[in-house]
């Protein structure tokens, strides 16, 4: 079994060594905010932090990842409320939203390096493929996300959701919070 520590849970993985982390994480986990795109690492819609890395999972074995500290999009903030998170949304800088998630994951890395990048910081840092092509709208974003980690500006126009797992459960009945009675899958 391979081990690794996945949004602050230790988790073991009774697969292939060899298996990309990719799958394990959609597949196994069931952490499907990670997004199989090209799977040969060149659009980087499967983004995940290793050891505060941005990096491909598609192309890291989870034998590369024994040991090791993996953040996904779900383990950056509980609540939506992470900087780059609150940036991407109130800079409109989301359009279909498939390759988002490995965007919000290469920020967060590069703004926790560097929190005042340039436009030539952000495209080296995130070299993710966007079809959409939110591009100047994704630099305003990262810049901004950037000022909000320092403290030196505020996003009051994207507010964290403030549902709790069990409350969506209840509002939609094929999620499951693990506390539903047999024939209620509500739990009510």
Known sequence: M??????????????????????????????TGTKYGCGVGDCGACMVL???EALRSCLVTIAEAEGRE?????GLSYDRSHPVQQA?????????????????MAAA????KSPSPSEEDIAEAIPNLCRCGVYPRLVKAV???????????RISAAPAPGIE???AARAVPALSDGSAAEGDPAGD
């Open 143 to 153: 810049q901004r996300a950037g000022r909000v980690s320092m403290r030196r500006e």
């Open 70 to 74: 993996i953040v996904t999009i779900e």
């Open 88 to 104: 991407l949304v109130a800079e409109q800088a989301i359009q279909c939203g498939f390759c988002t998630p490995g965007i919000a």
């Open 2 to 31: 391979t081990a690794m520590t996945v949004n602050g849970r230790p988790i073991r993985f009774a697969l292939d060594p060899q298996t990309p982390l990719l799958h394990a994480l959609r597949d196994a986990a069931n952490l």
């Open 109 to 112: 890395a590069l703004i926790r």
């Open 50 to 52: 290793v050891d505060g």
């Open 165 to 167: 797992p069990g409350d």
